[in-house]
């Protein structure tokens, strides 16, 4: 186990959460085995936060600077939460991703989908005002889904997204004084579900949708 994974188990520990010793095993394999060769994707963590994000539910387009593991030692570090910075229009911006559940069971349902990015094109910044639903993706609550725990699901993420790489992130944000941050990034079923695009300008943008298990859709 290499020095910056022991250290993320212990703060994982120090906030609670106790992998087990398979668990331990699979996440050193995948933290060790990302594009970054240099490091740990979160070493190039910013330290300060635009305040693109208006008060409303869009696309966020921007290239990836870090991506943040649950309790990683980055500025305002997230417990159960996978932060993307991302780099748009100057600043960086953080999507807090939900790992875990706060009500029922914890694991977090997770898949992939392999689909075009809808309009607008990918382009640089916050695109307020758009819509998204996973029925209209085809998809449902049903067996296609996996169950994860934090910390499967936080490594799928982690080894999905490439940083220096463009990324689009459907996201809820409150705007004002927390215009920096959107998140939510999960079924809501009010023509709001967060996602995230993996690769969104190539030829097989790969989608990562996420839910809860009392969500029926």
Known sequence: MNRLVASLFVVLAACGIAPSVE????????????????????????SSFGSLFTADFGRADGTVVAV?????QCPLPN??????????????????????????DPNILMRTLIAPLPAPAWAEGWHPGLALDYPTLGLHADATWDSLTLEQAATRVYDAVV??????????????????SAHKIHRNGQ???????????????????FHFANQAF
């Open 23 to 46: 668990a331990d095993a699979g996440l050193v394999e995948e933290l060790d085995a990302g594009p970054v060769d240099a490091g740990h994707k979160a070493d190039g963590c910013a």
């Open 68 to 72: 943040v593991p649950p309790a990683w």
């Open 79 to 104: 417990g159960d939460h996978v932060v993307i910075q991302l780099s748009i229009d100057g600043g960086v911006q953080r999507l807090v991703v939900n790992v875990q559940s706060s009500f029922g």
């Open 163 to 180: 940083v220096g790489a463009p990324l689009s992130v459907y996201a809820t944000s409150t705007g004002g004084s927390y215009a920096g």
């Open 191 to 209: 023509q709001d579900d967060g996602a995230i695009v993996v690769d969104p300008t190539g030829a097989q943008p790969t989608w990562l949708l």
